[in-house]
């Protein structure tokens, strides 16, 4: 009726070590199951319905990278929204990065440090959300940007596949 | 004409990313995207020219400005002109000016080829009409 699926996986003492629920919501909310720890594969929710619906918040000075960038995400289902360009104090991030699932945020922008704005995100988080992701030309900036709280990294120039196998692999470590 | 495109260097692959973003709901979204990236272009390379004259040697203002416009080459997948706003930042590091203003001449030239070529290209699809683009199904 509900078209869901509940299940159990039981550890090798064969007790429930954790339960997870799936309903098929129509719009609102992408993630649906709820996790009480341990590490399974998420087989039975698509990747496609965790993204749909994802609210994502845009932070880049390039005109052209927004739009491309925004074009991408819409694709894929989730609902964007962009900072306009100069209001990236820490209030109005702050307020924008909580109402929303995701922050992507492009790490050369010119007047603007993308890793105290991921910092000042993680510090005003409370519980598992906003994540962060960074997008960059350059290589090896991982370590820095785990040291930010950021949870992801995608190499410029965003490829429409590599943004989803990123925002899945984000979305399934919890 | 998109071939020789490709062929010839102008675009690479990343132009092919953002033709598959068109779609209905936006059925003109590459030709917009274009016309954005050279409105924006043009007034990142103005910068550019004045910071030249305006700030001697300035190799970090230079650079910057010009990280910009790579980034947006990038995005668009506008390769040779991205070649050349790299040869730029690598004189930029070397600190060699004549290098640098040799460079930049180079991605105005460049900047003004591909605005030109993808001004046919655009003017070719709207003769053509929706039944007629070639290698792509969804324009």
Same mark, same amino acid.
């Given at each position: 009726?509900?078209?869901?699926?509940?299940?159990?996986?039981?550890?090798?003492?064969?007790?429930?070590?954790?339960?997870?629920?799936?309903?098929?919501?129509? @719009?609102? +909310?992408?993630? /649906? #199951?709820? *996790?009480?720890? =341990?590490?399974?594969?998420?087989?039975?929710?698509?990747?496609?319905?965790?993204?749909?619906?994802?609210?994502?918040?845009?932070?880049?000075?390039?005109?052209?990278?927004?739009?491309?960038?925004?074009?991408?995400?819409?694709?894929?289902?989730?609902?964007?929204?962009? @900072?306009? +360009?100069?209001? /990236? #104090?820490? *209030?109005?991030? =702050?307020?924008?990065?909580?109402?929303?699932?995701?922050?992507?945020?492009?790490?050369?922008?010119?007047?603007?440090?993308?890793?105290?704005?991921?910092?000042?995100?993680?510090?005003?988080?409370?519980?598992?959300?906003?994540?962060?992701?960074?997008?960059?030309?350059?290589?090896?900036?991982?370590?820095?940007?785990?040291?930010?709280?950021?949870?992801?990294?995608?190499?410029?120039?965003?490829?429409?596949?590599?943004?989803?196998?990123?925002?899945?692999?984000?979305?399934?470590?919890? | 004409?998109?071939?020789?495109?490709?062929?010839?260097?102008?675009?690479?692959?990343?132009?092919?990313?953002?033709?598959?973003?068109?779609?209905?709901?936006?059925?003109?979204?590459?030709?917009?995207?274009?016309?954005?990236?050279?409105?924006?272009?043009?007034?990142?390379?103005?910068?550019?020219?004045?910071?030249?004259?305006?700030?001697?040697?300035?190799?970090?203002?230079?650079?910057?400005?010009?990280?910009?416009?790579?980034?947006?080459?990038?995005?668009?997948?506008?390769?040779?002109?991205?070649?050349?706003?790299?040869?730029?930042?690598?004189?930029?590091?070397?600190?060699?000016?004549?290098?640098?203003?040799?460079?930049?001449?180079?991605?105005?030239?460049?900047?003004?080829?591909?605005?030109?070529?993808?001004?046919?290209?655009?003017?070719?699809?709207?003769?053509?009409?929706?039944?007629?683009?070639?290698?792509?199904?969804?324009?």
């Amino acid at each position: 009726m509900m078209q869901g699926n509940i299940w159990a996986i039981l550890d090798p003492q064969g007790l429930p070590e954790s339960m997870t629920l799936v309903l098929r919501f129509q @719009l609102q +909310s992408p993630l /649906t #199951s709820s *996790n009480l720890g =341990g590490s399974f594969e998420q087989q039975y929710a698509s990747p496609s319905c965790q993204i749909a619906g994802l609210k994502v918040l845009l932070i880049d000075d390039d005109d052209i990278n927004l739009v491309i960038a925004r074009k991408f995400l819409e694709k894929l289902g989730c609902v964007v929204s962009s @900072l306009p +360009s100069g209001s /990236t #104090s820490p *209030n109005s991030v =702050g307020a924008s990065a909580a109402s929303c699932q995701l922050v992507m945020v492009n790490l050369e922008m010119v007047r603007v440090n993308a890793f105290d704005v991921a910092l000042r995100i993680r510090q005003s988080r409370s519980g598992r959300w906003p994540f962060v992701m960074a997008m960059t030309s350059e290589h090896n900036t991982w370590e820095k940007c785990a040291q930010s709280g950021i949870n992801g990294v995608l190499k410029k120039p965003v490829i429409l596949q590599e943004l989803k196998d990123e925002l899945v692999r984000i979305l399934q470590s919890t | 004409m998109k071939k020789s495109l490709f062929d010839q260097g102008y675009l690479d692959e990343q132009f092919c990313q953002v033709e598959d973003l068109q779609d209905e709901a936006s059925p003109n979204f590459v030709e917009e995207v274009v016309t954005l990236f050279f409105k924006d272009s043009g007034r990142l390379m103005s910068n550019i020219e004045q910071a030249l004259e305006k700030y001697p040697r300035d190799f970090n203002r230079w650079d910057a400005y010009m990280q910009q416009l790579k980034g947006s080459c990038c995005s668009i997948g506008a390769s040779r002109m991205k070649n050349e706003c790299m040869s730029f930042r690598d004189s930029c590091g070397q600190g060699n000016v004549e290098g640098c203003m040799r460079s930049f001449q180079k991605v105005k030239r460049e900047h003004a080829v591909l605005r030109q070529k993808l001004e046919s290209y655009f003017q070719l699809l709207r003769q053509a009409g929706p039944a007629g683009a070639a290698t792509r199904p969804i324009m």
